[in-house]
C-alpha cells in the first residue's frame, strides 16, 4: 500500500463518515460534519479539497466520493508503524502488543492460524 496517499487523524474521522456514506453531496457531508465533527461547513469545504488534492477522494459536480478504501489506509498506516517504530521486525511488533493486550486462547490460536498459513 505504499501508493496509498497519507490520510491525517482528523481527516480520518472525517473518511469514516464518507465512506460510510459515499456517494455524497458536498452539502449533505458538511451538514454530518456539523452534527458528529463539530465542524464549519468551510473547515468541511477544506477538507475535501485537501483529500481531493492527495488523491483521497474526488468532488464531481458537488458529489464526493472516496478513490481509497477504509482498509487500504488502515493497512497503509499499521505499514508505517511497523516500519518507523518497530524497524520491521514482526515479533518485535507481536511481543510489544501482546505484552499490552490480554489475548484470549482464541486470539492465540486465530493468530497461529494467520502465521501457519503464512509459511504456505
Not at 479539497?49 to 481509497?68: M, Y
Not at 514482526?90 to 492465540?108: R, T
Request: proline letters at 2%.
Amino acid at each position: 500500500m505504499e501508493n496509498t496517499p497519507k490520510v491525517f487523524e482528523s481527516e480520518y474521522r472525517f473518511c469514516l463518515i464518507l465512506w460510510e456514506n459515499e456517494p455524497i453531496s458536498c452539502s449533505a457531508l458538511a451538514a454530518i460534519c456539523k452534527e458528529k465533527l463539530e465542524w464549519s461547513r468551510t473547515t468541511t469545504y477544506t477538507v475535501i479539497k485537501r483529500l481531493c488534492e492527495r488523491g483521497v477522494a474526488i468532488n464531481e459536480n458537488s458529489i464526493v466520493r472516496s478513490l481509497v478504501s477504509k482498509d487500504e489506509v488502515q493497512v497503509s498506516e499499521l505499514d508505517e508503524l511497523f516500519e518507523k517504530r518497530f524497524e520491521g521486525s514482526l515479533p518485535a511488533f507481536i511481543a510489544a502488543f501482546a505484552k499490552h493486550q490480554k489475548l484470549s486462547q482464541k486470539d492465540v490460536d486465530d493468530i497461529r492460524k494467520i502465521i501457519e498459513r503464512g509459511d504456505k
